[in-house]
């Protein structure tokens, strides 16, 4: 049987077992990894796995069923003990779910890729990451580490309605990080992100990245933060750096406008949201410089894709414009729920995994000064970057996060290295105090983001360029 002949199998299985809607995933995905300590491989990780799910809709209820074998007696026991598990949750009275309408499409996608990383010699791979953190560690830093992560993903999406859609997706990354130990507490420097970048692209990501320049710089850094000044406690200007504000909107904007969570489905794991459904269209989110879009079709950021796991094909959408909360991320059967009429937000981390509400790319457009102009037009304030450590409330309201490096800004001017920065404030008030924004947009890969119980990690994006904050409580108070 081909890919698409057991998933389409699975849907006629479960159709005929009582579903009124059925879909099937088949993938196939190859995960490769390396990690490098102090100038010495550490661990080679290579993984390969393949399967079938199925969905089944009964009434208001889903079924899911998950199998490690395509051939046709297992697809369509798969199909009937999705449209079971459906029926046995249906006893339970709820409302119908009629999915938003989607026209079916047949259609194949790939993402762009100019060097296959799986195809690069682990040699190569190998030598880049013994090189960068050699360097790290010749330059002062006590631990020196690097790393790169592949994923190579194949897709066949059937579904009742008459889909018929493959994809490939093709995404890698990684970065370095030098670590400093001093008497009393450590400092780690990291490049270009604390956990790497990544994109939906080939290994030119990682050449681009040029891993081994950088690398002096990190170990330099790192052991400099030891005996810089604690960032001073207080209300001040803030100057977020764009991998800090990338981390920023996923946790302060994406989750929050999730759907799922928005409606008290997703509550048990990763929370709920402080949004309000009546508020949509209405909201003050943000400043008139927070226009945050929902854009899948961004090439080779990290949350890209032609067709969402439910078919619904890659379409841009504001979330909020002009700091106005206009949209959200959603499913077909919440989008109905909630009186919408889009998805396009769903997403699966495997095939034995149910298709869930994800952040796919989440940025904020660019706004019209540079870092530079920010820097010169601040009289007092602190500069923070690189993500240190975060913690938000289960609605996505109040948080605190600690930055890696900070810099004083006086006079306009970036002044002295400040170490532990850290900042806190409430969502909305926050946003509506970014007064500057620059142009220098990076779309950061974030491939480490967890929700769903059992837990499911996804790939999300976060177009994100440096920004700045009235009036932020900075530092830890005595």
Same mark, same amino acid.
């Given at each position: 049987?081909?890919?698409?002949?057991?998933?389409?199998?699975?849907?006629?299985?479960?159709?005929?077992?009582?579903?009124?809607?059925?879909?099937?995933?088949?993938?196939?995905?190859?995960?490769?990894?390396?990690?490098?300590?102090?100038?010495?491989?550490?661990?080679?990780?290579?993984?390969?796995?393949?399967?079938?799910?199925?969905?089944?809709?009964?009434?208001?209820?889903?079924?899911?069923?998950?199998?490690?074998?395509?051939?046709?007696?297992?697809?369509?026991?798969?199909?009937?003990?999705?449209?079971?598990?459906?029926?046995?949750?249906?006893?339970?009275?709820?409302?119908?779910?009629?999915?938003?309408?989607?026209?079916?499409?047949?259609?194949?996608?790939?993402?762009?890729?100019?060097?296959?990383?799986?195809?690069?010699?682990?040699?190569?791979?190998?030598?880049?990451?013994?090189?960068?953190?050699?360097?790290?560690?010749?330059?002062?830093?006590?631990?020196?580490?690097?790393?790169?992560?592949?994923?190579?993903?194949?897709?066949?999406?059937?579904?009742?309605?008459?889909?018929?859609?493959?994809?490939?997706?093709?995404?890698?990354?990684?970065?370095?990080?030098?670590?400093?130990?001093?008497?009393?507490?450590?400092?780690?420097?990291?490049?270009?992100?604390?956990?790497?970048?990544?994109?939906?692209?080939?290994?030119?990501?990682?050449?681009?990245?040029?891993?081994?320049?950088?690398?002096?710089?990190?170990?330099?850094?790192?052991?400099?933060?030891?005996?810089?000044?604690?960032?001073?406690?207080?209300?001040?200007?803030?100057?977020?750096?764009?991998?800090?504000?990338?981390?920023?909107?996923?946790?302060?904007?994406?989750?929050?406008? /999730?759907?799922?969570?928005?409606?008290?489905?997703?509550?048990?794991?990763?929370?709920?949201?402080?949004?309000?459904?009546?508020?949509?269209?209405?909201?003050?989110?943000?400043?008139?410089?927070?226009?945050?879009?929902?854009?899948?079709?961004?090439?080779?950021?990290?949350?890209?894709?032609?067709?969402?796991?439910?078919?619904?094909?890659?379409?841009?959408?504001?979330?909020?414009?002009?700091?106005?909360?206009?949209?959200?991320?959603?499913?077909?059967?919440?989008?109905?729920?909630?009186?919408?009429?889009?998805?396009?937000?769903?997403?699966?981390?495997?095939?034995?995994?149910?298709?869930?509400?994800?952040?796919?790319?989440?940025?904020?457009?660019?706004?019209?000064?540079?870092?530079?102009?920010?820097?010169?037009?601040?009289? /007092?304030?602190?500069?923070?970057?690189?993500?240190?450590?975060?913690?938000?409330?289960?609605?996505?309201?109040?948080?605190?996060?600690?930055?890696?490096?900070?810099?004083?800004?006086?006079?306009?001017?970036?002044?002295?290295?400040?170490?532990?920065?850290?900042?806190?404030?409430?969502?909305?008030?926050?946003?509506?105090?970014?007064?500057?924004?620059?142009?220098?947009?990076?779309?950061?890969?974030?491939?480490?983001?967890?929700?769903?119980?059992?837990?499911?990690?996804?790939?999300?994006?976060?177009?994100?360029?440096?920004?700045?904050?009235?009036?932020?409580?900075?530092?830890?108070?005595?």
């Amino acid at each position: 049987m081909t890919e698409f002949d057991a998933a389409a199998a699975a849907v006629q299985a479960a159709l005929d077992a009582g579903a009124r809607y059925a879909d099937a995933r088949v993938m196939h995905r190859r995960y490769e990894s390396m990690t490098a300590r102090n100038g010495d491989v550490e661990e080679l990780t290579q993984d390969e796995s393949a399967g079938l799910g199925v969905r089944a809709l009964v009434g208001s209820s889903w079924g899911f069923h998950a199998v490690p074998d395509l051939s046709d007696p297992a697809a369509r026991d798969a199909g009937r003990r999705a449209a079971r598990i459906a029926a046995a949750s249906a006893r339970v009275p709820g409302p119908r779910i009629d999915p938003v309408p989607a026209e079916p499409v047949t259609a194949s996608w790939a993402s762009a890729c100019e060097v296959d990383p799986l195809g690069v010699p682990l040699s190569t791979k190998g030598d880049l990451l013994v090189e960068a953190t050699r360097l790290m560690a010749d330059h002062g830093a006590d631990i020196a580490e690097g790393l790169y992560q592949i994923w190579d993903t194949a897709k066949w999406f059937v579904s009742s309605e008459g889909h018929r859609i493959d994809q490939r997706i093709r995404e890698c990354g990684g970065g370095i990080s030098a670590t400093s130990i001093g008497t009393e507490e450590t400092q780690r420097r990291s490049y270009p992100s604390y956990r790497g970048q990544y994109g939906t692209t080939g290994w030119e990501l990682v050449d681009s990245l040029d891993l081994t320049a950088h690398a002096a710089r990190m170990a330099e850094e790192s052991r400099a933060l030891l005996t810089a000044p604690p960032c001073p406690p207080g209300e001040t200007d803030l100057i977020l750096g764009g991998e800090q504000l990338a981390l920023q909107i996923h946790e302060s904007v994406g989750h929050a406008i /999730e759907l799922d969570r928005i409606l008290g489905w997703e509550a048990a794991f990763a929370g709920t949201s402080w949004l309000e459904l009546a508020r949509l269209g209405s909201l003050r989110y943000g400043s008139e410089l927070m226009t945050i879009t929902v854009d899948p079709t961004l090439p080779g950021a990290l949350g890209s894709f032609g067709y969402d796991d439910e078919g619904s094909p890659a379409v841009r959408r504001d979330a909020v414009r002009e700091g106005r909360w206009v949209g959200v991320l959603a499913g077909r059967d919440s989008a109905a729920v909630a009186g919408l009429d889009y998805g396009g937000s769903v997403r699966a981390d495997g095939w034995a995994r149910l298709p869930m509400v994800r952040m796919t790319n989440v940025g904020l457009e660019p706004g019209p000064h540079s870092l530079d102009e920010i820097i010169a037009a601040t009289d /007092e304030g602190v500069l923070m970057d690189i993500n240190r450590s975060w913690s938000i409330d289960d609605r996505r309201l109040n948080f605190q996060f600690g930055c890696e490096i900070g810099w004083e800004v006086r006079n306009g001017k970036r002044g002295r290295m400040l170490r532990n920065p850290t900042y806190t404030g409430i969502s909305p008030l926050f946003w509506r105090s970014m007064d500057m924004l620059s142009s220098e947009t990076v779309a950061w890969g974030t491939p480490n983001c967890g929700k769903g119980q059992p837990g499911q990690v996804g790939h999300t994006g976060h177009p994100a360029a440096p920004a700045r904050f009235r009036g932020v409580r900075v530092g830890v108070r005595a």
